[in-house]
C-alpha cells in the first residue's frame, strides 16, 4: 500500500467537499481530495437540479391543462415521457458537466479516487490502495437515502430512490411515493402532473416540513384535493408481483388495502454517510445520531483538527448550507490550530411543490420549544389580489414577531411564489428588522407581496404597536 502525507485531507468531493478544498487552498498547496463515486455532486447529479427540471416539465403540464379557468383550451395534453426523460437528463447533463469540468481543472495529484475510512485519528486507508496521513481532516461524505432493508430485499429494483428516478429514460405507469416529506411532496406532485398514477404514502398526518399547526393542515387540504393520499398508513407491506409491486397497507379507517404499482419510491429521509468511515478507530466523541459532536461555526469536532460539513452533519441537509459549511470547515482545516467562528445565514428552506412551501429565520416548533415569546401574523392566499389573478390563490403566511421588541423572527408559508417571499423574510430575520420597518418598505401594486403587507400589518397589531390593520380602504385593494 502506497503513503502519502498531506496537510489537509477531505473525504467526499461534493458541494460540501469542493467547498472546503477551495477554502483549504487559500492556506497550503497541499490538500488532498478523496472521492470514491462519480465526481458531479448529489445537487447536480440526483438531487437539486434533475429534481427542478422534473417539475418544470410538471408545471408546463399542469399550466396547459388548466388554462381552461382563462378560456384558453388547449385541447387534449400529449405528455411524451421519453422527450420529459430526455430534457431532464440533457439539461441534468450539463449542469453536472460544469462541475466536472471544475474538478477536472484541479491538479490529478491532489485527487485521489476510492472510499476512505479512518484507521488511526488522523491516518486514512483509500480504495485498499492508499493510506493517506494527514494533519487535519475534513469530513464532506454527505448522506443517502433511508430505505428498510426487508423491502430492498422483497422488491429488488422496483424499489427505487430519488437517484433512480433521473435514470430513467421514460416515465413508468404508476408509483407508490412513501414518505411524504420534501422529496416525496415535490417528486409525487410532479410524476402525478405528469400523467403517472401516484399515490402518496404517510405514516403520520404530516405533510411537509411547515410546523405550525394551522400551516399543516392548509397543507394537507391543499395537497389531499390533488393527490391521492393515504396519511397514516400503518403496516404497509410491498411484495414484487409481475406488475411491479403489490402494497397492502391499514388506512386510517382501519381498513386494509391493496394497490399495484410499476415502483415503490422511498421518500423516507436520509442518513449520514457516517457509518461505514471507520470512526471508532478514532478518540472523535460521537453522538447519539453517530455524528462526531461539531461547533456549527467552525464544523470543528471537539478540539481535534477534524472537522465536518453538509450532509454529513445531519443537520439542515440544504445546498446553500452546505456550501457554507464546507467553506467553514475548508478555512479553518487549512488555518488550524487559528480556527475561527463564522456567523451562519439565517435558516431558509424552499419546497419546490404547487404551492411552494417555506420556512425563513426561526420556526414555530423553534420558537415554541425555546420559550420565546411570540405573536402571529397571519394572511390566506385565498383572495389575495394578485394570486387570484393569476389563478394561484391557494394557502396562507403565517409571520412571528416578538412582543415588546417589535422584532421579526421568522415565517412559515404555503402559497405562490414563497421561494421569492422566503428570501425577503430571511434576509430580514437576518438583519433583525422590526416588523414596522418591514411595512415601512416599498410594496408594488399589484404583487403577490401585498399579502405579506396585510400579514405584517396583522402581526403589528397582535404586538400592539399599531391600531388594527384597516380591512376596506382605498389603497387596500381586494386582498392587500
Ligand atoms: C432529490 C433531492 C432534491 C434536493 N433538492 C434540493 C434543493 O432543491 N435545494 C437544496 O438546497 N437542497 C436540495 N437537496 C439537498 C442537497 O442536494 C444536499 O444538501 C447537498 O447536495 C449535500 O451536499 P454534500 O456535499 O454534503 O453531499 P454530496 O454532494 O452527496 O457529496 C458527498 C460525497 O462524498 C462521497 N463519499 C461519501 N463517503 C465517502 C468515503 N468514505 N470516501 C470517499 N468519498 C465518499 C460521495 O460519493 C459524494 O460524492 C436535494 C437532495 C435530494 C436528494
Ligand atoms: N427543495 C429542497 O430544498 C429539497 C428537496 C428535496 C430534498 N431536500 C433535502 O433532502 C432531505 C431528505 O428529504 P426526504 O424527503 O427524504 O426527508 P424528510 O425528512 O423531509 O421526509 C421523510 C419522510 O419520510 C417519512 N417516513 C420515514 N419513515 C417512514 C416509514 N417507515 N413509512 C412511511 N413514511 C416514513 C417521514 O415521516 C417523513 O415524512 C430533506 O430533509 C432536505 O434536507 C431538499
Redesign the pocket.
Known amino acids: 500500500m502506497k503513503t502519502i502525507q498531506t496537510d489537509v485531507a477531505i473525504i467526499g468531493a461534493g458541494s460540501a467537499g469542493m467547498a472546503a478544498y477551495r477554502a483549504a487552498l487559500a492556506h497550503t498547496d497541499r490538500v488532498t481530495l478523496i472521492e470514491s463515486q462519480a465526481y458531479g455532486t448529489t445537487c447536480a447529479r440526483v438531487?437539486c437540479m434533475p429534481?427542478k427540471l422534473l417539475i418544470a416539465a410538471a408545471e408546463s403540464a399542469h399550466a396547459v391543462k388548466h388554462s381552461g379557468q382563462f378560456g384558453v383550451h388547449a385541447g387534449k395534453v400529449n405528455i411524451d415521457g421519453a422527450e420529459v426523460m430526455a430534457r431532464v437528463i440533457s439539461e441534468r447533463d450539463r449542469f453536472v458537466g460544469f462541475v466536472l469540468d471544475t474538478v477536472e481543472q484541479w491538479p490529478p495529484e491532489n485527487r485521489l479516487w476510492g472510499h476512505a475510512r479512518f484507521v488511526e485519528d488522523m491516518a486514512l486507508h483509500v480504495g485498499g490502495h492508499t493510506r493517506v496521513d494527514a494533519s487535519r481532516i475534513v469530513i464532506a461524505t454527505g448522506s443517502r437515502?433511508a430505505v428498510?432493508e426487508a423491502w430492498r430485499r422483497e422488491l429488488g429494483d422496483r424499489l427505487i430512490v430519488n437517484d433512480d428516478v433521473f435514470a430513467w429514460s421514460t416515465l413508468p405507469t404508476s408509483v407508490a411515493v412513501?414518505?411524504?416529506?420534501?422529496?416525496?411532496l415535490?417528486l409525487a406532485q410532479a410524476l402525478h402532473r405528469l400523467g403517472v398514477r401516484v399515490r402518496l404514502?404517510?405514516?403520520?398526518e404530516?405533510v411537509g416540513?411547515l410546523s405550525d399547526p394551522l400551516l399543516q393542515s392548509v397543507t394537507r387540504d391543499v395537497f389531499q384535493k390533488e393527490l391521492a393520499m393515504s396519511l397514516s398508513a400503518q403496516d404497509?407491506r410491498p411484495r414484487r408481483n409481475e406488475q411491479g409491486v403489490s402494497l397492502q397497507w391499514i388506512a386510517s379507517d382501519g381498513v386494509r388495502h391493496e394497490e399495484e404499482f410499476d415502483y415503490l419510491l422511498a421518500?423516507?429521509?436520509?442518513r449520514p454517510n457516517i457509518d461505514n468511515l471507520g470512526l471508532s478507530m478514532t478518540r472523535l466523541e460521537l453522538a447519539a445520531n453517530g455524528v462526531p459532536v461539531f461547533d456549527r461555526r467552525s464544523g470543528q469536532v471537539g478540539n481535534s483538527p477534524v472537522f465536518i460539513a453538509g450532509d454529513a452533519l445531519d443537520d439542515?441537509?440544504?445546498l446553500h448550507e452546505a456550501a457554507d459549511e464546507g467553506r467553514i470547515a475548508g478555512d479553518n482545516a487549512g488555518r488550524f490550530p487559528d480556527v475561527r467562528l463564522r456567523l451562519r445565514r439565517a435558516p431558509l428552506?424552499?419546497?419546490?411543490s404547487e404551492p411552494q412551501i417555506m420556512l425563513a429565520g426561526a420556526s414555530h416548533a423553534e420558537l415554541t420549544r425555546d420559550g420565546q415569546a411570540f405573536e402571529t401574523g397571519v394572511v390566506s392566499f385565498e383572495d389575495q389580489g394578485r394570486s387570484r389573478v393569476m389563478g394561484r390563490n391557494q394557502g396562507a403566511l403565517h409571520v412571528y414577531g416578538e412582543p415588546g421588541t417589535g422584532r421579526f423572527l421568522g415565517a412559515e408559508m404555503i402559497g405562490p411564489a414563497a421561494e421569492h417571499l422566503g428570501h425577503l423574510l430571511a434576509w430580514s430575520a437576518q438583519r433583525g428588522d422590526t416588523v414596522q420597518q418591514m411595512i415601512d418598505s416599498p410594496f408594488y401594486h399589484p404583487v403577490i407581496e401585498e399579502g405579506l403587507r396585510t400579514a405584517l400589518r396583522h402581526l403589528r397589531s397582535k404586538l400592539q404597536l399599531a391600531p388594527s390593520a384597516i380591512d376596506q380602504c382605498i389603497d387596500c385593494l381586494p386582498g392587500t
Open positions: 438531487g429534481s437515502p428498510p412513501v414518505g411524504t416529506g420534501v422529496i416525496g415535490e404514502f404517510g405514516r403520520t404530516r416540513p404497509i421518500a423516507m429521509g436520509r439542515r441537509g440544504l428552506a424552499v419546497v419546490f
